[in-house]
């Protein structure tokens, strides 16, 4: 069975600093999906990025960025310059093989601060 | 907005009572799922359909629980004789199946319940 493990529960970081939320999973299919997912207070979750397991190259969306290390099942997610309007509960997620649900970790609270 | 709705966004009920909530997905999507957000937690799945057929379901998703799309389209989720441990933020997601590997669900704002 998938499994995701996001062991930083909160974090804070300035305005304008740059933060990394870290993901590991435990997967044995070759094929697969990882994501980020945003959830504001009182919002619903978005997208913020995603990464083909078959692509060594690490996907980048504008401040965000991942850095994917599949050897060690590892999948941070990097923020930079941070704005206030990035304050929310972050996700990670695993897709793939047969199933067709999203498998999400328990989430890391992040708070920017002014 | 042609985003995914779901209402109520809040209920309050008391112990052993039914609930229903709904979800409407965005229109061309094909794909429904229900997900289970408890405190602390991450979302868990409970069920999806593929147009009208419910084609999985969670071990999550007890005998009291039971999820109908009857036109392929919006979806309900009942839960009979309501318990306290039934108390969470239940979300709907939808897709549009292209048979690409992977088809983003798009998320709904979510019904929080809370059982009394």
């Known amino acids: 069975a998938q499994t995701v493990t996001q062991s930083q529960p909160e974090m804070s970081v300035q305005e304008a600093e740059t933060v990394t939320l870290s993901c590991t999973y435990d997967t044995s299919e070759n094929n697969y999906y990882l994501f980020w997912y945003k959830q504001p207070p009182s919002r619903q979750m978005i997208l913020v990025i995603r990464?083909?397991?078959?692509?060594?190259q690490n996907a980048t969306e504008n401040r965000f960025s991942v850095n994917f290390q599949k050897a060690a099942k590892s999948f941070s997610l990097k923020i930079s310059d941070s704005q206030l309007g990035d304050t929310a509960m972050y996700f990670c997620?695993?897709?793939?093989?047969?199933?067709?649900?999203?498998?999400f970790g328990t989430g890391t609270l992040l708070a920017v601060q002014p | 907005d042609t985003g995914v709705s779901q209402d109520p966004r809040h209920k309050i009920t008391k112990r052993g009572q039914n609930v229903t909530f709904r979800c409407d997905p965005i229109?061309?999507?094909?794909?429904l799922y229900w997900y289970r957000q408890t405190l602390g937690q991450g979302p868990e799945f409970l069920t999806y359909?593929?147009?009208?057929?419910?084609?999985?379901k969670s071990r999550l998703l007890s005998d009291r629980f039971s999820a109908e799309r009857p036109k392929g389209s919006f979806s309900t989720l009942e839960i009979q004789r309501t318990e306290q441990g039934d108390s969470a933020m239940y979300l709907c997601a939808s897709s549009f199946d292209t048979y690409a590997r992977y088809n983003e669900q798009f998320f709904g704002p979510g019904t929080r319940l809370t059982v009394l």
């Open positions: 997620a695993w897709y793939g093989g047969a199933t067709n649900k999203l498998i």
């Open positions: 990464q083909e397991a078959y692509k060594q």
């Open positions: 229109s061309e999507h094909n794909r």
């Open positions: 359909f593929q147009n009208e057929a419910q084609l999985e």
